[in-house]
């Protein structure tokens, strides 16, 4: 991934939280609509990555709370 990628990822979930996708995803359709390869690559990426981070975030959510059930079940 692109630090560019990486950066308007972040920067869009720091702006929007949980919507940072959907903002995204407009953009890329803006881009399809105006034949811009570049861009519509560009933020296909940036979608990609969004959904990755939200992917890793969840999963890391879930094992914390594992963890947090089984240090109160001793």
Known sequence: MSAK??????NLIEQHGIRAAYFSVERLNESIDRRDQIGRDFWAQVVHAIHEHQRMVKE?????G???????SR
């Open 5 to 10: 990628v990486d950066e308007a990822a972040r």
């Open 60 to 64: 890391h959510k879930a094992r914390s």
């Open 66 to 72: 594992r963890r947090a059930k089984s240090a109160a």
